[in-house]
């Protein structure tokens, strides 16, 4: 126990978020996009409010970089907590759901041989597994907002750093996808849980996407006024969020040697996608696929994460995908 109970602390402190997409798939959210919309544009005006009264000068670009910051840099934002512990958010699993049933049926959860492990387990899940909500059709994870404005806020600055010393923006961008790709290799993806996950890094590229469009051609953009800086339109969450946010679609690697959590991933995930192919195969699962398909236009890191996999430099997350699975 002397020896587990630093490693339980450390757990507490540095885990990352992760989402089991399959667990929500028996109860698929409501769409909370008008409720997610309010809440952000609310920060998002506390942002605005507060750079008019300290920082009236600053250029567009350091406003824009300023209202990303204002939700936070670190794991587990101030709005993703609220969330997690709101009653108005339709959400999967509810906060209505017991603890000890709420990941029975998680694709990461394996048979133990002794109670203490399967305790321990459970304790882990609950540490890991984040919410599903539901953003415009699209189910995604609520650590994925996190990462839309924390990550999105570093790629940005990375980007706007790198562009002092790099020929291209192709090249700066390519230097803040680095960042999201470092993070997910080691302390934010296999390190701490087992999981590289794809959808993590296209929710930080579209935060970044955002921070650029307040300054160039978004819907939603900065101008200045007699009272400071403010929107010229409110911020929808749905211009942003895609199908590749969704890790079902846009499928993790799972790693088998062991994290932080002291759950390795691969194997246990390997064993469980298949007892969903029948759900998969319903109708009901089939028409989200075929609405993502509908849609599902792969950004520049998309793109760009796929080059790097073809190349050998990054896991191939392709036999953990569910299409494959089932198929086979």
């Given at each position: 126990m002397?020896?587990?109970?630093?490693?339980?602390?450390?757990?507490?402190f540095?885990?990352?978020?992760e989402?089991?997409?399959?667990?929500?798939?028996?109860?698929?959210?409501?769409?909370?996009?008008h409720y997610?919309?309010?809440?952000?544009?609310?920060?998002?005006?506390?942002?605005?409010?507060?750079i008019?009264?300290?920082?009236?000068?600053c250029?567009?670009?350091?406003?824009?970089?300023?209202?990303?910051?204002?939700?936070g840099?670190?794991?587990?934002?101030?709005?993703?907590?609220q969330?997690?512990?709101?009653?108005?958010?339709?959400?999967?699993?509810p906060?209505?759901?017991?603890?000890?049933?709420?990941?029975?049926?998680?694709?990461?959860?394996?048979?133990?041989?002794?109670k203490?492990?399967?305790?321990?387990?459970?304790?882990?899940?609950?540490?890991?597994?984040?919410?599903?909500?539901?953003?415009g059709?699209?189910?995604?994870?609520l650590d994925?907002?996190?990462?839309?404005?924390?990550?999105?806020?570093?790629?940005y600055?990375?980007?706007r750093l790198?562009?002092?010393?790099v020929?291209?923006?192709?090249?700066?961008?390519?230097?803040?996808?680095?960042?999201?790709i470092?993070?997910?290799?080691?302390?934010?993806?296999?390190?701490?849980?087992?999981v590289?996950?794809?959808?993590?890094?296209?929710s930080?590229?579209?935060?970044?996407?955002?921070?650029?469009?307040?300054c160039n051609?978004?819907?939603?953009?900065?101008?200045?006024?007699?009272k400071?800086?403010e929107?010229?339109?409110?911020?929808?969450?749905r211009?942003?969020?895609?199908?590749?946010w969704?890790?079902?679609?846009?499928?993790?690697?799972?790693?088998?040697n062991?994290?932080?959590?002291?759950?390795?991933?691969?194997?246990?995930?390997?064993?469980?996608?298949?007892?969903?192919?029948?759900?998969?195969?319903?109708?009901?699962?089939?028409?989200?696929?075929?609405y993502?398909?509908?849609?599902a236009?792969?950004?520049?890191s998309?793109?760009?994460?796929?080059?790097?996999?073809?190349?050998?430099?990054?896991p191939?997350?392709?036999?953990?995908y569910?299409?494959?699975?089932?198929?086979e």
């Amino acid at each position: 126990m002397k020896y587990l109970l630093p490693i339980l602390i450390l757990n507490v402190f540095i885990f990352a978020g992760e989402v089991d997409q399959y667990l929500a798939w028996n109860q698929l959210p409501n769409d909370e996009s008008h409720y997610l919309n309010k809440l952000f544009n609310e920060e998002i005006q506390e942002a605005l409010d507060d750079i008019n009264k300290k920082h009236s000068d600053c250029s567009c670009e350091e406003a824009a970089g300023r209202i990303l910051k204002h939700f936070g840099i670190g794991l587990n934002t101030p709005l993703e907590k609220q969330l997690k512990s709101s009653t108005q958010l339709d959400k999967y699993p509810p906060n209505e759901i017991h603890i000890s049933e709420r990941y029975k049926k998680s694709i990461f959860r394996r048979e133990l041989p002794f109670k203490n492990l399967e305790k321990y387990q459970d304790y882990s899940l609950e540490i890991q597994i984040d919410e599903v909500v539901n953003v415009g059709g699209i189910y995604i994870g609520l650590d994925k907002l996190t990462h839309f404005t924390a990550s999105g806020f570093l790629y940005y600055k990375i980007y706007r750093l790198a562009l002092e010393f790099v020929e291209s923006k192709e090249a700066a961008m390519q230097m803040a996808i680095a960042m999201g790709i470092y993070g997910e290799k080691y302390i934010l993806g296999k390190i701490s849980s087992g999981v590289f996950s794809f959808a993590d890094l296209e929710s930080n590229y579209q935060g970044f996407l955002f921070a650029l469009d307040l300054c160039n051609s978004g819907s939603t953009r900065l101008k200045r006024s007699g009272k400071g800086w403010e929107l010229s339109s409110s911020f929808d969450l749905r211009d942003y969020v895609n199908p590749f946010w969704d890790e079902s679609y846009n499928p993790s690697y799972y790693y088998e040697n062991q994290n932080l959590s002291l759950m390795p991933k691969s194997q246990a995930v390997l064993q469980n996608i298949p007892h969903y192919c029948l759900m998969f195969q319903s109708d009901r699962i089939q028409g989200v696929f075929d609405y993502y398909d509908s849609m599902a236009k792969p950004s520049y890191s998309v793109k760009y994460l796929q080059q790097l996999i073809d190349k050998g430099e990054l896991p191939d997350p392709s036999p953990f995908y569910i299409r494959t699975i089932c198929e086979e």
